[in-house]
C-alpha cells in the first residue's frame, strides 16, 4: 500500500472528455487517458482493505459486484502509484486476456463493490486499467508469447467474441493448435460489429488479432459452421470444439405496424455503421438516420449506442425510451454496497444530445402501444402511453398504464433495443446440443460451450471469464491430469 492516507487526501478523478458537441463529427473515442500524475494520484487512493471487494466477482441481486476476472486491483494500483508500470502490466495481464477491452468498454463493477465507495466516490480502477496496458502497448512490452512446445492437439472455437478470443488465448498458450471461426469478415464479435468505435476503436481490436495471429492462432472469416462447414467435417477435423457464439437472436417487439419500412433491430444499424467506417461502402439496404427523427425503445447501453450513432449522422431529432422509472441519485437502501450501484448517470450520448438539442433523450416509464405508417409503408409516427410502476402484494414490480397519457410521436426511424434472449438455435442443433453444464460440457462428448451462449446477455468481462474457465475444461479434457 504506497499512501495509507492516500484515500482521505486525494478525491476521485474522470477521464477527461472531448467536448459534446466537437465529438459529433467524428467517430473517435471519446475519453482522454489521465495524465501520469493523475494516475499516481489514482493509484494512492485504493486502501488495500483487508478484503478487497473490488475483484470478488459474484453476482449480487441479479447484478455483478467485483470483477468476475479477479484482477489484481490493488496490487497494480500500489504499482501504478509508485511509477513501476511494467511490473503494473505484469500484474493485470495475470488474470485478464484483453485489459484494452475492459479498460474502454467494461461498466467496472469493480468500482461498485470498491471499499472507498461505501462513503466516497470509488477508486478510478477503469481508467488506471486501461492507462496500463495502453502504455504497455507504447512502451513495446507486450510482445508475442510463442509457445515453447505443442501438444498436437487440435480445437476449434466458433465465434470470435470476447469469449471465443479469450479460450482461444488460453487453449493456443496451453500448446493446442487452435482455429477459430467466423462467419462476419472481420474478427472481433460484438467487439468489432456490436460497439461503435466511440467507445471503442476498431484499431485496438485489429491490434490484439494480430498480435494473436502472431502467437499461432489460425482466423478463419466469412465461414458460417453448420452452414458453409459442416459439423460432422468439423468435428472430424478437431479434438475438441467450443461454441463461443453469442446470445444474438435479438428480442423483438411484437406490436402493430413491426413490419413497416424504417423500423429496424438496433444491432443490424450498429452493424452496417461500423462496416460502413470501415469500408466507406454502403449499399441500399444503409440504415442512416441523417435528417431523420429517430426513436429507440429500449433503455439500455445499446440504446445509447444508437442514440450516440443517430447523432453523428446527422439526426434531426433522436428519443429514447425506456420501460423503468429513472434511477435515484443516490444508492437506495435496498441496493447496499457492495452490489452494484444503481443509481442515475449521464452516459456520453446523453451528453452530447443535450449539448445538440438542449434536453436529456431518455423518456421514462413509457410503452409503445403501435407504430403507423404512411400510404407508402413507410413508418411515420409512433403512438406510447405512460406506464406506473408499482409493487403488488406478492412484492413483484408491475406496471399500469395511466390513462390520459397517450402521445403520438412524429418518427421516419425506429430502431428496437431491447435485449437478447438467447442463442441462434440452428447451430446448436446440428452439433445435438441438448445440455450444457456448469463446466461448459455439453451432451455431446469434446464440445463445450462458452460466453453468451452458455449464461445469457452479459458484459464483456464475463464473456472473458467465460472463455478463460472453458479454456481450463477443454485443456483437463485433451491432457487428463
Not at 460466453?451 to 485443456?475: M, T
Amino acid at each position: 500500500m504506497g499512501k495509507a492516507t492516500g484515500f482521505m487526501e486525494y478525491v476521485r478523478e474522470e477521464e477527461k472528455k472531448r467536448d459534446p458537441l466537437s465529438r459529433l463529427h467524428d467517430w473517435n473515442e471519446y475519453t482522454f487517458p489521465f495524465s501520469t500524475d493523475t494516475l499516481a494520484r489514482q493509484g494512492a487512493r485504493c486502501m488495500d482493505c483487508g478484503t478487497p471487494f473490488c475483484h470478488m466477482g459474484i453476482e449480487l441481486q441479479g447484478l455483478t459486484s467485483g470483477c468476475p476476472i479477479h484482477n489484481l486491483i490493488p496490487e497494480w494500483n500500489d504499482l501504478v502509484y509508485r511509477g513501476r508500470w511494467k511490473e503494473a502490466f505484469e500484474r493485470l495481464v495475470k488474470t485478464n486476456n484483453f485489459p484494452e477491452f475492459t479498460g474502454r468498454v467494461c461498466p467496472a463493477p469493480c468500482e461498485g463493490s470498491c471499499t472507498v465507495a461505501i462513503s466516497d466516490p470509488a477508486v478510478a480502477i477503469k481508467g488506471i486499467e486501461r492507462a496500463i496496458i495502453d502504455k504497455a502497448f507504447e512502451e513495446g512490452w507486450v510482445q508475442p508469447r510463442i509457445p515453447k512446445k505443442r501438444t498436437g492437439k487440435k480445437v476449434a472455437v466458433i465465434g470470435s467474441g470476447p469469449a471465443g478470443l479469450a479460450c482461444a488465448d488460453e487453449l493456443n498458450q496451453a500448446g493446442h493448435f487452435v482455429t477459430v471461426y467466423e462467419r462476419a469478415d472481420r474478427i472481433g464479435g460484438l467487439l468489432m460489429y456490436g460497439i461503435p468505435n466511440m467507445k471503442l476503436g476498431k484499431d485496438v481490436v485489429e491490434r490484439r488479432v494480430r498480435l494473436l495471429e502472431k502467437e499461432g492462432i489460425t482466423f478463419v472469416t466469412n465461414i458460417e459452421v453448420g452452414k458453409d462447414l459442416s459439423v460432422d467435417e468439423l468435428r472430424k477435423q478437431y479434438d475438441a470444439v467450443v461454441l463461443c457464439i453469442g446470445a444474438q437472436k435479438q428480442r423483438d417487439l411484437m406490436i402493430e405496424g413491426r413490419e413497416l419500412d424504417g423500423v429496424h433491430f438496433a444491432m443490424d444499424y450498429l452493424t452496417m455503421t461500423t462496416k460502413w467506417l470501415l469500408t466507406g461502402e454502403k449499399d441500399e439496404t444503409f440504415i442512416d438516420a441523417k435528417h431523420k427523427h429517430v426513436i429507440v425503445i429500449g433503455g439500455g447501453d445499446t440504446g445509447a449506442d444508437c442514440v450516440a450513432t443517430a447523432l453523428r449522422q446527422q439526426c434531426k431529432s433522436v428519443v429514447q425510451f425506456g420501460k423503468h422509472p429513472a434511477l435515484p441519485k443516490e444508492r437506495t437502501n435496498d441496493n447496499p454496497w457492495p452490489q452494484y450501484p444503481l443509481v442515475f448517470t449521464v452516459d456520453y450520448a446523453y451528453e452530447e444530445a443535450e449539448a445538440k438539442f438542449g434536453n436529456d433523450p431518455r423518456q421514462y416509464c413509457i410503452q409503445t402501444k403501435k407504430i403507423v405508417g404512411d400510404e407508402r409503408g413507410r413508418v411515420k409516427e409512433l403512438h406510447t402511453i405512460q406506464m406506473e410502476k408499482i409493487i403488488d402484494d406478492q412484492g413483484r414490480a408491475v406496471f399500469k398504464e395511466i390513462p390520459g397519457t397517450e402521445k403520438i410521436w412524429p418518427c421516419d426511424l425506429v430502431l428496437i433495443a431491447i435485449g437478447f434472449e438467447r442463442p441462434e438455435p440452428q447451430l446448436l442443433q446440428q452439433f445435438g446440443i441438448e445440455t450444457i453444464s456448469k463446466a461448459y460440457k455439453t451432451n455431446v462428448e469434446g464440445v463445450f460451450v462458452a460466453g453468451d451462449a452458455r449464461r445469457g446477455q452479459s458484459l464483456v468481462v464475463w464473456a472473458i471469464h467465460e472463455g478463460r474457465e472453458a479454456a481450463k475444461e477443454i485443456n483437463h479434457f485433451l491432457m487428463g491430469d
